[in-house]
């Protein structure tokens, strides 16, 4: 049976189809993991990151834990109040960095689980939090409002 011009013309379309939608597939099944914007101290103890994987980390910059050491060398502790990930950083740290506030650091766990930073990023304005951070914040009870009167 011979198909016709516009049989052959659908048949290819469709296939054509079929071979886009398992590319997409593909592509989004391998990427799943790297779409979230950054990771939670406790999301990090929860699925078990690997030293070495490359990932963002985001949290709050914990009280009294910053620690300038020689150079440019800097430790501090990012925590979600439930997981505590102790960072070390060698740069210039963003001029709105400071303890109590929200930070984002791109890096990789080395072998000890410290978390290796080599991209900082400091909240841009003083109502500002990430907002998956600040979720977690409330879901915790441990969500403070800023009040803008001061």
């Known amino acids: 049976m011979a198909l016709t011009r516009k049989q052959r013309r659908a048949s290819l379309i469709a296939t054509g189809a079929v071979i886009l939608a398992c590319a997409a597939g593909l592509v989004l099944f391998a990427f799943q993991d790297a779409i979230v914007f950054f990771y939670t101290p406790s999301e990090i103890a929860e699925k078990n990151v690997q030293p070495g994987q490359r990932f963002r980390l985001g949290g709050i910059v914990a009280e009294n834990s910053v620690d300038r050491g020689a150079g440019s060398v800097i430790r501090f502790d990012v925590t979600d109040t439930a997981e505590t990930l102790s960072v070390v950083y060698e740069g210039i740290l963003p001029d709105l960095f400071r303890e ?51």
């Open 100 to 150: 109590g506030q929200g930070v984002v650091t791109e890096g990789k766990l080395d072998a000890g689980g410290t978390f290796v930073a080599d991209t900082v990023l400091a909240k841009h304005d003083e109502n500002y939090m990430p907002k998956e951070v600040a979720d977690k914040l409330k879901e915790q009870g441990h969500w403070r409002e800023e009040t803008s009167a001061e």
